[in-house]
């Protein structure tokens, strides 16, 4: 079978945030909503199933959750039904697997859906167990866990080497909060104010509340196939895949693989392979969604994707060049820092934000969006993921 | 003995590594160096990430280092909340980079990137072992 284009149909999101319900019902929220996004798509047209969470067999006690969810949201896959992990890119990984699997015929119709119940009855159970996402029996032996201490030493780097301030830091805060404000499904829904943001209390210097993704429970899905079968679905604008990366370089903090922990040469080598296959270049992104698990990562991801020089990151978010009006709108429906971030979901809630963007339905809508960009980073830094979409194959 | 003694774990590995913990026990913080090809690994690979092969010896990392980050935990992980907070630094040594925590006689005014220091051996309670940074 020659290759096949591939599109991006339709999406839905649960609500995130401190959730009484448990992953799989999350799961089905999302999912009836994809459904209910694409009218036309039948359950029994979906043939394939990948369901991106790290964390559910701990905070949800559930493994070989995708048949469990499937019966849920009631498909019966027949190409593929599968759990992956990637951590915080495991959203991203299953939008290019699903990719990978329709572009070559193997599966026609597939659902990408993930997400993570972090928050559990027992508080003390809640996201307590971090160390299992790093290298557990080194890093981890040290007392190195939640990533607030790691990315701390990224933001103390990058502000020695470049001049970045704690007000430009302050900026990603500010600028995706009221991106967020509007966004019904954001764990948060209310603006900052800089001074808000740079008076808030510190998790680990220079970084402060603001500066940190929460802790989310929340699911996301969407649906891929074929182009052909996407004009059959749908009536809306095309939105192809058209590059994908990812780059996994190091597993632990001392096999850090830059020059120092502000250069993410991982992240540059995935931008150049997502771009060439892409055949685009970072002035030609309209609109992107980076990972901004910290303010100090949406400004190392500015000049790691090109929209900016190295060491300019700070002078390029505070003078409003990632905002709407600027040079690149980036994190358009809020990011991680107003949405929240339920690890597997996180990668399906940016694809859903692009489709929207260029489709021309966007709650904050990028005017004449025609190319589009999501990018993951997953664990204490060790990977990115990278996803380039457009309205032209 | 095995890795049931080393650092402070909620789940203990079982690894081709073990030796390590038995050097740790005689004093001695040790990494791996591959016969074949020459690559140094901290923490230590019985087979060689660089060329795959199983022909390794241990030597110890006894030289001085310098401090190249540091940070704060200030909200300890399963089984560090009552260590918190700590600093957890990088040391670059000869030929290895490690991670540990700095020892409590250094107090976080005297850190300085660049600073010489020594990985040693830590003795926990109950037997349990570790390493960390002190002064060189």
Known sequence: MPERNVCLIGGGMSSWGVREASIIDMAQEAAKECFDDVPALKKEAIDGLLFASSYCGRSAFQVNIAPVIAERIGVKPTSMCTRLDTLCAGGSAGVILATGLIRSGMADVVMVAGGEKLYTPQRWETYYSEMASIDHDWDGAQGMGLPPPFFSMTAKEHMKRYGTTKEQLSAVSVKNRRNGSTNPKAQFQKEVTLEEVMSARPIVPPLSLFDCTPITDGCAAVILTYEEKAKELSDRPLVYVRGTAQVSLHSMSMNWPGEHLGDWVHLRTAAKRAYEMARVGPDDIDVAQTHDCFTISEIIEMEELGFCKKGEGGPFVESGRSDFGGKIPVNTDGGLLSCGHPFGATGIRQAREILHQLQGRAIRQVEGAEIGLTHNLSGLNVEHTILIYGREP | ?136
Request: proline residues 5%; charged residues 25%.
């Open chain 2, 1 to 136: 003995m095995g890795f049931e003694n080393f650092g402070t774990v909620t789940f203990t590995t079982e690894a081709k590594t073990a030796d390590f913990i038995n050097y740790l026990g005689a004093g001695k913080v040790m990494a791996t160096r591959c016969k074949k090809c020459g690559a140094t690994y901290f923490p230590p690979r019985l087979d060689c990430p660089t060329c795959l092969s199983s022909e390794v010896e241990w030597f110890e990392v006894a030289g001085k280092g310098k401090l190249r980050s540091y940070t704060r935990v200030n909200y300890g992980p399963s089984g560090f909340e009552a260590d918190a907070p700590y600093i957890l630094a990088l040391g670059e040594f000869d030929g290895v980079q490690i991670l540990a925590r700095l020892s409590r006689d250094i107090g976080e005014n005297d850190i300085e990137v660049g600073m010489s220091l020594k990985v040693s051996p830590l003795k926990l309670p109950e037997g349990r072992l570790a390493y960390e940074f002190r002064r060189a």
